[in-house]
């Protein structure tokens, strides 16, 4: 097991380099399993989440090789076989090969996706889609069947729920399928733009990503994808929120600025300057002494996103006054309040809303994480509360944060890593 203790107080100052989108690479991934040929996709973060997809990908007997962020995906040995549950209980976004075994092998077998902490997650939307696409699917001894003896059709699919998943997963398997496919009600996350834009240079004809109506006119076959995926903006985001809760003075490069605008605007009202500087990076510069209170609500993009629920609610434990944080999108992502509550601070919850009274001291104590972005939050709250924070179950950090102590450390901050 492994720890990461912070010793808070240190001011963070100077330039870091955000890493690659995990959740866009992921998509990203599973769509190299429709090339004839070998992709290649760089700027794809070293964190655990891809090494499980790898081994996914693996599993169904293709090659995959991650090697300084540079994925290769040759999908030669690619066969039909079942996506086990061992693997898909660890990492929800296996299920991102549900499409491309069924669209090249007319069926497959994936393991359907229990729960995690944060919620039900259920798939009910990918399935539609692929049902409308002509999938013949059922549920069998906790595996999702599906069949399609006569190919995939295009079709008109309406979403119920804005779904970042369903989304991907209908258009992995619209673009090899006869005819014309429209996504109503699509995601609009920048990570569907990206796997569009991926998908396109395969040979795909995708329009409209990035807005809740995509078309997508199928093709015979697609060419390996050459790709750079975008900046991960929930890690750049973290980043931001380090240097405005420490009061720092860093610089992020790589700063999706146009995909954090919520982030941004809410931090202005907190007191918080996202300052554009050379290139593509920013400076954020904290204009004040106390951080005003400031609500949010999650929502789909270009909403406030809820991968910075936690970490937002752990600024404004800082904030001179009353704030609500409301999660509208997971409905059990509140599990970090119980352990900032164990660092002094003032939280209650009532239902989706979570009412913070800032301004009390943090003080150090033993925290445990229990997903990705919590651990991101107590981390966060680590760099602020008086002496020494420990926060264990930190494998969920390494799921989809590239070296985060690492780039924390560079900027001043005083945290390790323990492995017992
Ligand atoms: C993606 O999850 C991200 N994961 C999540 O990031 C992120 O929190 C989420 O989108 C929302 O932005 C990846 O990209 C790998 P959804 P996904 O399907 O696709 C409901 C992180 O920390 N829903 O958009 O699973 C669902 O219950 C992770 O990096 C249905 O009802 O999310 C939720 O309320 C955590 N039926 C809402 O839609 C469905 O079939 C959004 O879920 C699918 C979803």
Redesign the pocket.
């Known amino acids: 097991m492994e720890t990461m203790v912070i010793r808070g107080g240190r001011r963070l100052q100077g330039t870091v380099t955000a890493s690659g989108s ?3 690479s ?2 990203i991934m599973a769509a190299c399993l429709l090339a004839d040929g070998t992709s290649r996709v760089t700027n794809v973060p070293d964190v655990q ?1 891809i090494r499980t997809m790898c081994t996914m990908l693996e599993i169904l007997g293709a090659r995959a090789r991650m090697q300084d962020n540079v994925f290769t995906l040759d999908p030669k040995g690619f066969a039909s076989r079942p996506a086990p549950y061992e693997l898909v209980k660890t ?3 296996s ?2 090969v549900l499409a491309p075994l069924l669209s090249r092998f007319g069926k497959a077998q994936v393991a359907l996706p229990g729960g ?1 902490a ?11 889609g692929l049902e409308a696409l002509g999938a013949q699917v059922s549920l069998e001894h906790g595996y999702i069947h599906t069949a399609a003896p006569h190919g995939l059709k295009g079709a008109d699919i309406y ?10 997963n209908i258009m992995l398997a619209a673009v090899l399928a006869a005819g014309k496919t429209v996504i109503d009600h699509a ?1 609009c ?1 920048p ?1 569907i733009v990206d796997l569009a834009e991926g998908l396109n240079r395969m040979g795909a004809d995708i329009k409209g990503a990035g807005s809740s109506r995509i078309e997508i006119k199928g093709q015979r076959q697609l060419g390996p994808m050459e790709h750079r995926v975008i900046t991960d903006r ?1 890690e750049a985001g973290t980043l931001a929120v380090a240097g405005a809760i420490t009061a720092g003075d860093i610089t992020i490069r790589s700063f999706p600025g146009r995909h954090l605008t919520a982030l941004e605007k809410k931090l202005g009202e907190a007191g918080v300057e996202v300052v554009p500087a050379a290139g593509d990076a920013v400076q954020i510069k904290r204009l004040q002494e106390r951080l005003a209170p400031v609500d949010i609500v999650t929502l ?2 270009p909403g406030f ?3 910075l629920q936690a970490q937002w609610m752990a600024l404004m434990c800082l904030a001179a006054g009353r704030s609500v944080v409301t999660e ?4 059990n ?1 509140f599990l970090h309040v119980a352990e900032l509550k164990r660092m002094g601070a003032d939280i209650q919850i009532e239902g989706s809303n979570a009412l913070v009274r800032g301004g009390a001291l943090l003080s150090g104590a033993q925290v445990m994480a229990s ?3 919590a651990s991101a939050a107590l981390i966060l709250a680590g760099l602020v509360a008086e002496g020494e924070t420990t926060v264990s179950r930190i494998y969920h950090l390494d ?2 944060y590239e070296q985060l102590e690492e780039k924390l450390a560079s900027l001043g901050a005083d945290i390790q890593r323990i492995r017992e």
């Open positions: 995990k959740n866009a992921l998509a989440d990492m929800r976004a299920i991102y995690c944060i919620g039900q997650r259920p798939i009910d939307q990918h399935l539609k979403l119920d729920v804005a779904s970042v998943g369903a989304t991907v995601a996350e990570e929930i789909p993009y996103p809820t991968d509208t999108i997971w409905e992502r997903d990705l972005r799921r989809g």
